[in-house]
């Protein structure tokens, strides 16, 4: 399972020195970009957990004229807060790691014109989408429901920027089937296997947002059209919303299985099982979507049901997932000597801030994992929906499962990239240790909140201040506006460790800082022929990738014909 070393030069397709340093200089400008997002979505966070608690910042950042202009209002301050970290820092950070990766892994020769087009295309995309954002003419929130109606420039920069996430799946999946042609009979590399699956999965998820931009949203704010169906924009954007958090999720999952044992110091537990895991997500990451509109009319009951179990079928190859790698973990501290049912625990590598922070959002995704099966149960759906307690589920999913992951990823992808030292390895621990506290303080505040019915997406703490006053729940309240404070500091150690470790002069060989792949506890066998009956029956993953496309159409034609046929053009409006 080793990821080969760069080739002789010369190799014809082959990994050669200079496209391997071109290659990292590419996903280096992805990352790069993806944490900037970052770090402007974040700051805007503690804003908004202070409203959750009561405190109304925003007319004091209003008097400063900077601020004014991006959080001229709690609202654009949250469209900028979900688009930045959500969408923006999400696909870009991905983009890099899951085109480096695998071909990598493959080693392949890139068309590095081409990635670097891409990039491009991703960037326009995202400073297109600014001006309106920032000009206070999309504030929309992250899922821009109609008939809310941003300028058509955001939704045109909207779908450049997913085009180009389009283009990156394509090059790595261009270049593995290229490998399957060069090398009939091999297992595809593991690591290749699980960006090759997340990428396929990624293109039929897409499908649904592309179709509502492109169709409806982009003709609609150009006035081309009189109006566009709420209904049917909202299903077409959630047969893309909800598999994108596993878009979020699996780059993170390619490391927990991956990368993490080594780094903890043990091994991958069980190939197979790795990829069983990414195909299951595959084949039913997409077809579930309408687990996020159980409120929303006129969509059958029985199809809404049939989703909710499809939802708890996908929860299987995260379920499998947790077993899996606490394995790997137990096994890793095993080799350091570590005994008994819990207390191995203490003897993982703790000191390693990479390590840790991925153990840290792991365990913050055992807590949002929960929270995610309650929120698909249709009985419990209505108790939670459109509360603080949703939030709270998100933040310790993408939140903190993927950002944290992303941190501690970075403390030794960057050097790993850009032969740099890590900048005090002192502070990235505490950085990562505070960012797990905060957002599990912030998860039980929300959480809390929620099943007292406080609203999400409400400025409350402005004209709703009386009836939240009245609602007799300060504890949480006051954890949430902690948590804030304490997700800063975290913020600000992160992004200073970063920050100094970006700037300052190379002084290794970037090859110095290895990729941390892992062993496997069962020895991995290069060809079909010798593999395990898993193995060769997961490998065809265009195969399942066409299955997740027919399940999806069974699960969502039957959902969207009648929309189609009773389609309601209903004017657009601009609400703030
Ligand atoms: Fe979710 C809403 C259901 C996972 C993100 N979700 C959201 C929204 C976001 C989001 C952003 O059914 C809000 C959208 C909006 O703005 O309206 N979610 C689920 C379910 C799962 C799930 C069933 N969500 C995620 C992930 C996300 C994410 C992942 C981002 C990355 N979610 C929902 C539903 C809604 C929803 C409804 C709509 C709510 C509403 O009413 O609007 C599942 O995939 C979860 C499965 C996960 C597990 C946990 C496995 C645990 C693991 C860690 C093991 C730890 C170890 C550590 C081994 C079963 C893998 C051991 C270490 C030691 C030291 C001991
Ligand atoms: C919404 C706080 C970091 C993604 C919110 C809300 C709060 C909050 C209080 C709810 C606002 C409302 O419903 O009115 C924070 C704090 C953070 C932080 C204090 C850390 C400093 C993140 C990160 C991500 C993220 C890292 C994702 C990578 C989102 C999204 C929304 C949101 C998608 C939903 C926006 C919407 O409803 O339109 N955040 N957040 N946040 N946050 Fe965060
Ligand atoms: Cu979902």
């Known amino acids: 399972t080793t990821i080969p070393a760069p080739t002789v030069p010369g190799t014809p397709s082959g990994l050669d020195a200079a496209s391997l340093s071109g290659l990292k200089r590419v996903a280096q400008y992805y990352v790069v970009t993806a944490f900037m997002a ?27 004229p900077l601020l004014r202009t991006i959080i001229g209002s709690y609202y654009q301050g949250l469209t900028l807060h979900g688009v930045l970290n959500a969408l ?15 071909l990598r892994a493959l080693d392949v020769r890139p068309n590095l014109t081409f990635a670097w087009v891409t990039y491009g295309l991703m960037l326009a995309g995202l400073l297109t989408a600014a001006v309106p954002l920032l000009g206070n003419n999309a504030t929309v929130l992250y899922t821009f429901y109609p008939p809310m109606e941003a300028s058509p420039v955001f939704y045109i920069g909207a779908a450049v920027m997913v085009a180009a996430s389009l283009l990156v799946a394509g090059q790595v999946i261009v270049a593995w089937i290229g490998w399957k042609r060069a090398h009939p009979g091999h297992v595809t590399p593991v690591v290749a296997y699980m960006s090759v699956a997340t990428w396929l999965m990624w293109v039929i998820a897409a499908l649904g947002l592309v179709a509502e931009v492109v169709f409806l949203l982009i003709p609609w704010s150009l006035g081309l059209t009189a109006g566009v169906d709420p209904l049917l924009a909202r299903t077409l954007f959630w ?89 790997a973990l137990e096994d890793a501290a095993h080799a350091r000597g570590g005994r008994g049912v819990l207390g191995w625990i203490r003897f993982l590598n703790w000191r390693d801030a990479s390590m840790t922070g991925q153990v840290l959002a792991m365990v913050s995704f055992i807590f949002g994992g929960a929270g995610g099966i309650v929120n698909a149960s249709y009985a419990f759906a209505p108790i939670v929906h459109n509360t603080a307690w949703i939030p709270g589920h998100f933040h310790i999913t993408v939140g903190t499962a993927t950002t944290l992951s992303f941190m501690a990823i970075t403390f030794w992808l960057v050097p790993h990239l850009t032969g740099k030292r890590l900048h005090s390895p ?92 892992s062993d496997a506890i069962s020895p991995s066998r290069p060809t079909l022929a010798q593999a395990s009956p898993l193995v060769r029956r997961t490998e065809p993953l265009l195969a399942l990738a066409g299955a997740a496309l027919v399940l999806t159409l069974l699960v969502y034609l039957p959902v969207l014909g009648p929309m189609l046929a009773s389609y309601q053009a209903v004017p657009g409006q601009r609400l703030w």
């Open 426 to 517: 002192r502070l990235a621990l505490p950085s990562v240790w505070l960012w797990f506290t905060g957002m599990m303080l912030f998860a039980v505040g929300m959480h809390w909140q929620g099943l007292a019915a406080v609203p999400r997406r409400t400025h409350l703490s402005a004209g709703a201040q009386d009836i939240y006053d009245t609602m007799q729940i300060a504890v949480p309240r006051a954890l949430t506006g902690l948590s804030g404070v304490i997700l800063l500091i975290a913020a600000l150690l992160y992004f200073w460790v970063l920050l100094r470790t970006l700037v300052s002069p190379r002084v290794d060989d970037p090859e110095a800082t290895v990729i941390p792949i």
């Open 88 to 102: 923006v820092f999400t696909q870009f950070f991905t983009s890099g790691w899951l085109l480096y990766l695998p």
């Open 38 to 64: 970052l770090l402007i979505g974040v700051l805007i966070g503690p804003l908004q957990a202070l409203n959750y608690a009561g405190i109304d910042a925003y007319p004091a950042v209003a008097r400063i």
């Open 239 to 327: 047969w893309t919303g909800h598999p994108i958090v596993y878009f979020w999720l699996l780059p993170a999952y390619v490391s927990w299985y991956a990368f993490l044992p080594r780094q903890a110091g043990g091994r991958l537990a069980s190939e197979g099982l790795t990829r069983l895991a990414f195909a299951l997500f595959l084949v039913f990451s997409v077809p579930v979507g309408l687990h996020h509109q159980y409120a929303d009319p006129n969509i059958s009951t029985a199809w809404k049901t049939i989703h909710m179990f499809l939802t708890f079928l996908v929860a299987v190859p995260s379920l499998l997932t947790a077993f899996s790698v606490a394995a």
